[in-house]
Each structure stands twice: as structure tokens, then as C-alpha cells.
């Protein structure tokens, strides 16, 4: 499908101006080859991982990205960050096309664009201190700040909350959190423009997510940096992406963006089903972010069915096969990733029917799916 693609030409370089486009991402696609067949094994088929998403990330903007497992988040963050070659599309930095460049091509923008991953622990060389941690990208980059690299370190460490004494110490002598704030210490030691968090909180006790999300918030304000902030656990989506991190937030389902819009009207007016079921389908849990007061009340919708197989995703509408308001027209043609008409500056939609409210799900489309209930009777405690 990508071959027909006319991609929108990248803008000539953008400034540091907050609101200039910093990333540009168009039509990309990463397909996956599955193997199969005895004694010789060909490729019997393609995971569509990504299959043609349009992304813009603003200078020192908080954009967030959102979706079930599987729908394709951390696939599109290695690709911007170009651990992965994209299939098909095109990615562009500052108005410079990317998509296929070359290390030595890339070399002047890496340290720009930096990634925080989930895990704290396994992120961290456990035989390392922190101090070679967090120096580690300068001295790869060969980068000397003014003062040396162990008092920048240092810099670092309180930035991130932690005391700067415990330089020489290792990563098994802090908690989760601490070592989550030692990968964002890490991140920020090359004064990125652009850090992608791929689900930086989902891995720490629900009492310490808070912290490192208002850590997070503060770096992307008071350094001016942009942030691509991943996340599928739904309670992390709904109180700190969609609530109190992002200024944008986009959608996707099994490998499409199909929502996206300011967190605001995101929150308030999804007009996309799956977009309001994801939404809904959380209880309000106290993790001590600030106030939810204007929380809307919905209906709780809870999707029935698991998420097709990327393999083979459904025609038309990927999302039809869950979807409570699906028509003949969903199978037959897939819907685009649309401006809605009327007064709704920046949100798009990909549904042939979003002017309708999503609110009314059927009976038989609310069915409770164990893992929500869990998360239900924890919130009840
Ligand atoms: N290297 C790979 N080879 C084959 N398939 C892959 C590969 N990496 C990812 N996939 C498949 O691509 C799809 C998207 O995966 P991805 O990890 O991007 O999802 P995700 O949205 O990040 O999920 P989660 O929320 O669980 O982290 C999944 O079906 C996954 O199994
Ligand atoms: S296009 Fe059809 S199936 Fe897809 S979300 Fe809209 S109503 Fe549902
Ligand atoms: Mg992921």
C-alpha cells in the first residue's frame, strides 16, 4: 500500500522554536518476515508491525502514544530512534530526511534524539557505577564538557534527584525508581532534543510512578525537550499521558495511529470507539498524581475479543471486528486518518462514523476482561 503513498515533502530545517516540527514521520512501515516450511524455510508471510503512520513531534512538545500490546508502540519508537529500518515511509529530523541514513550520516544528530526503556533493570550494566553509567554516551561520543565529564555527571545526579556522592556506586544498590532516574540522568547527558520513553514507568510499583513521571515533566519543561511518551498499561495512559503529560496524544490499533489530537480533547470528545473504550475502561485510582476532578463519567466499555493477528488484520477498518458501531462500509473500505469537520483544530480521526457519539456500546460488547478486573478490585482496596 505504501508505493502509492505521495509523502508530503519535509519542511526546509526547523529552528529551536518551541512548536516548530522536530520529527516528521509519514507514511512508515515496518513489516516483520514470518518464516516458515520444512526443509527450506521461506517467508510465509509479514507481521505488520507499523503499517503507514503520520506522526509530527513538535520542539520541546510532550506527545504521547498510546495503544494495546502488540499495536506497533515500541516498533515505531525504534524506528525514529533508528535501532530498526523502516520498511516503507519516511522519517525526517529537523526538516533533514532520515529514513535510510547512514551511521556516519546520522552521527551529528544521535546524541539529539535518546531513548529511556522500560525495564531499570535490565537497562543498567549491573558492573558498572553510575558515574560510568552516565558518562558512558559522552565519552562514546567523545564529549568534554566544560568542568569534565564527573562534574557534569554529577550535574546530572541532582537533576535527577539523586544525591551526586553516590557516584561510585552501583545499580543494585538503588530502587527502581533511582535507577529509572539513572537512565533518564543517562539520557540527558548529551542535552537531547528529543527523548523517546518507551514505557518508562510500567515496570516501578504504582506508588513511585508518580514521581518519575513528574521528574519526566519537569525535564521536558524546564530543559525544553521533546518527549515521545509510549504507554499501554491503561492506568498509566489515563492519569499520566492522557491526563498530565502529554499536550498531544496519538492513538493506534494493530499498527495504524487512529486517533490523535491535543490530550484535552482526546480526553473529553474521543470520537473514535476504540479511542473512548481505552479511555473508559479504567477506574479513577488515586496514585498520587494531582486531581482528576473534571473527569468525565462514561460507561465502562470493555472490548470483547483479543486484537486480530497484525498477519492478517481485518479489511477495511482494522478495529471493525471489535467494534460496536461496525456497518458494511467498515470491511469495504478503510477509513482515513481524518481533520473531524467542524470546531476541532488538530483532531484527527480514522472512522466512517465519529460524528456519532461512541458512548452506547451494546450489552453484549461490555464483557469484563480479567485483567481490568483485577485492576478494578485493587482500586476498590
Ligand atoms: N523483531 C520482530 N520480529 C517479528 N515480529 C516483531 C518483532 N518486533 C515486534 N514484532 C511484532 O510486531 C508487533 C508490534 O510489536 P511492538 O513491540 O511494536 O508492540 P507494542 O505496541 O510496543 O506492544 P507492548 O505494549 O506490549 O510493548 C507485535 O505483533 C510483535 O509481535
Ligand atoms: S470505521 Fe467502522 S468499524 Fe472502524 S471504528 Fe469506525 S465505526 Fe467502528
Ligand atoms: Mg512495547
Excluded at 526538516?95 to 539529539?112: N, Y
Amino acid at each position: 500500500m505504501t508505493e502509492d503513498l505521495v509523502l508530503p515533502a519535509p519542511r526546509e530545517a526547523a529552528t529551536d522554536a518551541p512548536g516548530e516540527p522536530l520529527l516528521e514521520v509519514a507514511g512508515l512501515v515496518k513489516h516483520f518476515p514470518v518464516k516458515g516450511g520444512f526443509p527450506i524455510r521461506r517467508t510465509v508471510g509479514q507481521v505488520q508491525a507499523v503499517d503507514g503512520i503520520d506522526l509530527t513531534v513538535h520542539v520541546g512538545e510532550s506527545f504521547g502514544l498510546v495503544g494495546e500490546s502488540g499495536c506497533g508502540k515500541s516498533t515505531t519508537g525504534r524506528l525514529i530512534t533508528k535501532l530498526l529500518e523502516p520498511t516503507g515511509g519516511r522519517i525526517a529530523y529537523r526538516g533533514k530526511d532520515i529514513t535510510h541514513a547512514t551511521r556516519r550520516q546520522l552521527a551529528p544528530i544521535r546524541s539529539e534524539i535518546q531513548m529511556i526503556f522500560q525495564d531499570p533493570y535490565s537497562s543498567l550494566n549491573p558492573r558498572q557505577t553510575v558515574g560510568k553509567i552516565i558518562s558512558g554516551p559522552m565519552e562514546i561520543n567523545r564529549i568534554e564538557p566544560e568542568g569534565g565529564r564527573e562534574k557534569r555527571v554529577r550535574e546530572l545526579l541532582e537533576i535527577v534527584g539523586l544525591n551526586p556522592e553516590h557516584y561510585n556506586r552501583f545499580p543494585h544498590e538503588f530502587s527502581g525508581g533511582q535507577r529509572q532516574r539513572i537512565g533518564v540522568a543517562r539520557a540527558l547527558s548529551l542535552d537531547p532534543k528529543l527523548i523517546v520513553a518507551d514505557e518508562p514507568v510500567s515496570a516501578l510499583d504504582v506508588s513511585i510512578q508518580a514521581q518519575v513521571v513528574n521528574l519526566l515533566q519537569k525535564v521536558q519543561q524546564e530543559l525544553g525537550i521533546a518527549f515521545l511518551f509510549i504507554a499501554h498499561d491503561l492506568a498509566v495512559v489515563r492519569h499520566f499521558v492522557v491526563r498530565h503529560f502529554s499536550q498531544r496524544v496519538a492513538v493506534m490499533y494493530l499498527g495504524k495511529v487512529i486517533e490523535v489530537g491535543d490530550r484535552d480533547s482526546i480526553y473529553t470528545r474521543p470520537r473514535h470507539p476504540y479511542t473512548h473504550a481505552l479511555l473508559s475502561a479504567v477506574p479513577e485510582v488515586n496514585v498520587g498524581a494531582e486531581d482528576d476532578e473534571e473527569v468525565p463519567q462514561r460507561e465502562r466499555i470493555r472490548l470483547a475479543g483479543d486484537v486480530p493477528s497484525p498477519i492478517s488484520p481485518p479489511s477495511g477498518c482494522r478495529f471493525r471486528t471489535r467494534c460496536w458501531k461496525a456497518e458494511d462500509k467498515c470491511a469495504a473500505e478503510e477509513p482515513p486518518l481524518i481533520q473531524l469537520s467542524g470546531n476541532h483544530a488538530g483532531h484527527l480521526t480514522a472512522c466512517h462514523f465519529p460524528e456519532e457519539p461512541t458512548i452506547e456500546a451494546r450489552d453484549e460488547d461490555i464483557v469484563l476482561d480479567p485483567a481490568l478486573a483485577a485492576l478494578e478490585e485493587d482500586a476498590d482496596d
